[in-house]
């Protein structure tokens, strides 16, 4: 355990980052869900309207460096492939 009043707020802080972390990247992981879910229904405009919200929701973290701006560019380019391939 940390003694120094420093190291003691610097643990407080990295926890309210981690916990800030999880929630951004929970809400990516399952606006990516929702997509893969219309997807695999094969709904083209149920996908197409997740794939929106999605990409806001990645583009967000990324913005708050919870993701590399590259994977978050990795990210939603996988899901806008997935969804025009939909007949």
């Not at 806001?56 to 806008?80: D, P």
Request: aromatic letters at 2%.
């Amino acid at each position: 355990m940390a003694n120094i009043k420093s190291a003691k707020k610097r643990i407080l802080v990295q926890r309210r980052n981690a916990d800030r972390n999880k929630a951004i990247k929970s809400k990516v992981k399952t606006a990516i869900k929702k997509v893969d879910a219309a997807i695999a229904a094969g709904d083209k405009n149920a996908a197409t309207t997740a794939l929106t919200s999605a990409i806001s929701e990645i583009s967000k973290a990324a913005g708050k460096g919870v993701y590399h701006h590259k994977t978050a560019s990795r990210k939603i380019s996988r899901m806008t492939i997935a969804v025009n391939k939909i007949a």
